[in-house]
C-alpha cells in the first residue's frame, strides 16, 4: 500500500534553533500534503496544505513565518519549525492522499520536544 | 460551529463485549466522507472504515461497522467483540467534497475517544 515515510520520529532541540521535518511518499506522487500538530491527548489539528510548485495554504492562526513548508517535489513534502520555543513541542504528523482512492495516508508523526 | 463533534472523552468495554463510540457532523455539502481512525500510544493513524455519503449501506470491516444516519447526521463506530490491542484512542474525521474530487480535500478531525478494554 501507499506509504509515507516521515523523519525523524522524535527530536529535542534547543530553544531558539530551527528543526526540519521531513515527509516522503515512497510508491505514489503526493501532489498534496497535509500538516497536522497534535497535542497530548487532543485532536489533529490541521496547520497547513502545501501543494507542489507552490506556496502553502496556511490556516487561520498558524503562523507562516514560525512554520516553513516547502514542497518542492512530488515526493517530498518538509516543515521547518523556525526559532523554536517550548511551547512549540508537539506531536507533528503529515498526510496524503494517494491517487483517486478514498483513504489518506499518514506518516508516522514526530514527537517534537524544545527545551 | 464544530464539524465533528464526539462527545464521549473516555469510554470503557470488558473484553469480548461491543461498543460504540458516537461521532455526529455538520455539512451542508452534499458529497461527503466519513472516515475513522484508530491512534495507539505509539501515534501512528491506522485507518479502520469509511462511509461516503451517497453509500447506501452501512459500511463494515471485519470487526468494525458503521452505523450511518444520514438524516440524523452521525456516523457512529461499533466495535464487536472487543479486545485488549483495541485500547487506543479513535478518531472520527470529514472529507468534504467527492473523493473523485483530487487530492487537496482535507480531512477534519473530531476530539477523539479514548478506549479502554479490560480484560
Known amino acids: 500500500g501507499a506509504v509515507v515515510s516521515q523523519h525523524p520520529s522524535r527530536v529535542i532541540c534547543k530553544s531558539g534553533t530551527s528543526v526540519k521535518i521531513e515527509c516522503r511518499s515512497l510508491?505514489?506522487?503526493?501532489?498534496?500534503m497535509f500538516w497536522y500538530r497534535q497535542f497530548p491527548k487532543k485532536s489533529l489539528m490541521l496547520m497547513a496544505t502545501?501543494?507542489?510548485?507552490?506556496?502553502?495554504?496556511?490556516e487561520q492562526g498558524v503562523e507562516k513565518d514560525k512554520f516553513l513548508i516547502n514542497h518542492a517535489s512530488l515526493t517530498l513534502s518538509t516543515l521547518t519549525v523556525t526559532s523554536a520555543h517550548p511551547e512549540d513541542s508537539s506531536f507533528y504528523i503529515c498526510?496524503?492522499?494517494?491517487?483517486?482512492?478514498?483513504?489518506?495516508?499518514f506518516g508516522s508523526g514526530t514527537r517534537l520536544t524544545v527545551v | 460551529a464544530q464539524k465533528i463533534t464526539q462527545t464521549q472523552p473516555g469510554m470503557f468495554v470488558q473484553e469480548k463485549e461491543a461498543v460504540t463510540l458516537d461521532c455526529t457532523y455538520d455539512?451542508?455539502?452534499?458529497?461527503?466522507?466519513l472516515f475513522w481512525y484508530k491512534q495507539p500510544s505509539s501515534g501512528e493513524m491506522i485507518f479502520l472504515i469509511y462511509?461516503?455519503?451517497?453509500?447506501?449501506q452501512n459500511a463494515t470491516e471485519g470487526r468494525y461497522s458503521l452505523n450511518f444516519q444520514k438524516a440524523r447526521k452521525s456516523a457512529n463506530l461499533v466495535i464487536s467483540a472487543s479486545q485488549l490491542g483495541d485500547s487506543a484512542m479513535y478518531f472520527c474525521?470529514?472529507?468534504?467534497?467527492?473523493?473523485?474530487?483530487?487530492?487537496?480535500?482535507?480531512?477534519?478531525f473530531g476530539k477523539g475517544t479514548l478506549l479502554t478494554v479490560n480484560p
Open positions: 498526510s496524503a492522499r494517494p491517487g483517486q482512492g478514498i483513504g489518506y495516508t
Open positions: 510508491d505514489f506522487q503526493a501532489t498534496t
Open positions: 502545501s501543494n507542489e510548485g507552490s506556496k502553502a495554504t496556511y
Open positions: 455539512t451542508s455539502d452534499p458529497s461527503y466522507g
Open positions: 462511509q461516503g455519503s451517497y453509500d447506501q
Open positions: 474525521a470529514m472529507r468534504e467534497g467527492p473523493y473523485s474530487g483530487g487530492s487537496n480535500y482535507k480531512l477534519t
